[in-house]
C-alpha cells in the first residue's frame, strides 16, 4: 500500500491536455476534393483507421465544414460515417463559430478539442478567435494518433461506448424537445435509476480518468492516478464513492466520484465531481446528500474543499444550495461545513440504489 501524506495530494490539480473531441473540417480533409465541385470525392487512405481509433479510445468526433448541409450529410452517409460525427457543424459560418458551438452543445472546454483542416486560412481564424484550441493541418494527420494527448492512460468501458451514450443523449433531448408538461414530469418518464457504490478494484480506471476528464462539475480539480485511488479505496481513512446512471434509453456509465477522508469526528469531501452529461436529469445533489446522510449516522462534522476556477463555480453553488457556508481559506481553498439539519431527500422521479 503507498503512502500519500496530504501535502502531494493537494498538488494533482495540474491538468495534462486531454482531447475529447476531434473536430473534421470535410473538403480536402476528410476527403480528396471538394464536395460542391468535383464529380467524386474519395476518402483519404487511412481516414477511416483513423475514425474508428479515435472512437475506440473514446474521443468524440465532429464537424465543422463550409458546405451545403444536405449534400454534404446525404455523402457521409453513402459513405457509412454519419453516426460517427456528433452535432455536425455545416454551414457557411466561420470554423470559429461553429467549434464554439460544437463545445458548447458537447458541453466541454475549447482546450479539450482538436480542429484538423487542410486550410491555412482556417486554421489561422481559428488560432486567432479561439487560441485554447489545438489546430491542427491536415498534412499531419499521419501522426495524429501517436499525439499524447490522443491517448488516454487507459481505455475503460465506458470509454468505448461514449458516444453511442452521446447519440442516447439525443434521443432523450429529442423526446424532451416533444414532451408537453414539466421538467419533472418528463424527467419521470425516464425511468432513472442511480446507483452509488463504494469503488473496487475495477473501477478505478474510470475513476482516473473521471478526475482528468471533468474539469467543470469538479469542486477542487486535483487530479488522482490509479494507485493514489487505490490507495484511497483500501484506507480505513477514506470513502471512495463511484457514482453509475441508467434510464430506459440505455447508461450514461460511471458518472460521479466522491472522496472524503474521515477522522473520528470530522468528515472532510477532498473531491466530488459529476459528469457534465448529467447535468440537466436532476440528479446533481443526490451523491452530496447521501455523504450528508452518511456523517450525520457517523456523528461525523463534515467539511468541504472547494478551489475556485474559472469553470467549477456551478459546483460552489451546489455546496451553497445544500447549506454549506464558508468557514475559513486555506490559500487559495475554501473551506466548507454543513451543520447536516437539512438533508434533502432523494427526487421522487429517480431510483437511487445504494451499495455497500
Known amino acids: 500500500m503507498i503512502n500519500i501524506p496530504n501535502e502531494l495530494v493537494r498538488q494533482q490539480s495540474v491538468e495534462k491536455q486531454i482531447i475529447k473531441c476531434v473536430v473534421w473540417d470535410l473538403d480536402n480533409t476528410l476527403w480528396h476534393g471538394v464536395l460542391l465541385e468535383d464529380k467524386q470525392v474519395d476518402l483519404r487512405g487511412n481516414i477511416i483507421d483513423i475514425i474508428h481509433t479515435l472512437d475506440s479510445r473514446g474521443i468524440l468526433q465532429s464537424i465543422a465544414s463550409k458546405n451545403d448541409y444536405d449534400i454534404a450529410m446525404n455523402k457521409l452517409v453513402e459513405l457509412g460515417l454519419q453516426d460517427y460525427f456528433l452535432y455536425p457543424q455545416i454551414n457557411w459560418n466561420s470554423k470559429s463559430s461553429s467549434l464554439q458551438e460544437i463545445a458548447k452543445i458537447i458541453n466541454i472546454g475549447l482546450d479539450a478539442i482538436a480542429f484538423i483542416d487542410d486550410q ?27 499525439m499524447p494527448a490522443m491517448n488516454p492512460r487507459f481505455i475503460t468501458a465506458d470509454s468505448r461506448q461514449r458516444r453511442l451514450m452521446y447519440l442516447s443523449d439525443i434521443q432523450r433531448q429529442n423526446a424532451e424537445t416533444e414532451f408537453v408538461g414539466t421538467s419533472e414530469e418528463f424527467l419521470a418518464t425516464l425511468q432513472m435509476s442511480f446507483t452509488i457504490s463504494t469503488a473496487q478494484t475495477e ?4 475513476a482516473e480518468e473521471l478526475t482528468q476528464r471533468t474539469n467543470q462539475l469538479n469542486t477542487t480539480g486535483y487530479t488522482y492516478s490509479y494507485d493514489e485511488l487505490n490507495y484511497f479505496r483500501q484506507s480505513a481513512q477514506h470513502k471512495l464513492l463511484i457514482a453509475s446512471l441508467d434510464d430506459k434509453y440505455g447508461s450514461y456509465g460511471k458518472i460521479g466520484l466522491a472522496l472524503i477522508e474521515c477522522q473520528a469526528s470530522l468528515w472532510t469531501i477532498k473531491l466530488l465531481l459529476m ?4 447535468m440537466s436529469r436532476g440528479v446533481g445533489t ?19 474543499e472547494f478551489l475556485p476556477n474559472n ?20 490559500g487559495d481553498l475554501v473551506i466548507l461545513e454543513n451543520d447536516l439539519t437539512r438533508i434533502q ?9 445504494i451499495l455497500h
Open 120 to 146: 491555412l486560412f482556417e486554421l489561422e481564424e481559428v488560432k486567432f478567435s479561439l487560441p485554447e484550441i489545438s489546430c491542427i493541418n491536415a498534412s499531419e494527420l499521419a501522426k495524429l494518433l501517436d
Open 286 to 304: 443526490i451523491m452530496l446528500n447521501h455523504i450528508m446522510n452518511l456523517a450525520k449516522t457517523n456523528h461525523a462534522r463534515l467539511c468541504a
Open 311 to 330: 469553470r467549477n463555480r456551478m459546483m460552489y453553488v451546489a455546496y451553497k444550495f445544500a447549506g454549506f457556508k464558508e468557514i475559513g481559506k486555506d
Open 345 to 353: 431527500s432523494f427526487p421522487d422521479y429517480v431510483k437511487v440504489e
Open 203 to 206: 473501477d478505478l480506471q474510470r
Open 275 to 278: 459528469s457534465c452529461r448529467v
